[in-house]
C-alpha cells in the first residue's frame, strides 16, 4: 500500500517545496518510489497557483531537484489521504492541528524533529530573507530530516 506525505508551509512557496522536493529525492534513492507519494500545500491561500519564490527553485536547481509543482492551500480532505503531514514550524503545527476533523487518519509531525538538534528542528521561514541562505539552510535541514523519517518509517518506527 502506498504511504502518502504532504509537507506544510505557511504559503507553499519556500519551505514546504524544498521539503517536497526533497523527500522525492530521498525516496528515490532509496528505490522506494513505488511505495511513496508526496505533495505539499500552503496554511493560506495567498499564492495559490504560484511556483515556489525564485530562490527556493534556485536552490533546488543548485541540488538537481526539478519541481514543477504550483502552490495550493491543505483542505480537510487531505487529513483524510495522507498518512503523515509534516510542518515547518510550531506555528504550522498549531494551524494544522486546528485544521484537522475529528476524524482525521494524517499523523501530525515536525519535519525537524528528525534528525535534527532540538535547536535547529524549527526550519524558519526564509522569505523574508535577502539572499539565498536562508532557503540553503531549509534545503540542508529538509536532507537531514527526510532522511531520518524515512529511515524511522521504513523500520516501523512512526
Not at 45 to 67: E, L, Q
Not at 89 to 111: G, I, T, V, W, Y
Request: net charge negative; hydrophobic share 40%.
Amino acid at each position: 500500500m502506498v504511504k502518502k506525505i504532504l509537507m506544510i508551509c505557511l504559503g507553499n512557496i519556500c519551505r514546504s517545496p524544498i521539503a517536497e522536493g526533497v523527500m522525492i529525492e530521498t525516496i528515490e534513492q532509496a528505490g522506494a518510489s513505488a511505495e511513496w507519494k508526496v505533495d505539499s500545500a500552503a496554511i493560506g491561500g495567498w499564492h495559490v497557483g504560484n511556483s515556489p519564490d525564485h530562490r527556493a527553485m534556485k536552490i533546488m536547481k543548485n541540488h538537481n531537484i526539478d519541481y514543477k509543482n504550483k502552490a495550493r492551500q491543505i483542505k480537510k480532505d487531505d487529513f483524510l489521504q495522507f498518512d503523515y503531514i509534516f510542518g515547518m514550524d510550531d506555528e504550522n503545527m498549531d494551524d494544522l492541528n486546528r485544521l484537522a476533523p475529528a476524524n482525521s487518519k494524517a499523523k501530525l509531525l515536525l519535519l525537524g524533529d528528525f534528525g535534527l538538534e532540538k535547536s535547529e528542528r524549527i526550519i524558519e521561514d526564509p522569505y523574508y530573507q535577502r539572499g539565498d541562505a536562508g532557503f540553503e539552510k531549509a534545503y540542508q535541514q529538509c536532507v537531514v530530516a527526510c532522511a531520518a523519517f524515512l529511515k524511522d518509517a521504513t523500520a516501523g518506527k512512526v
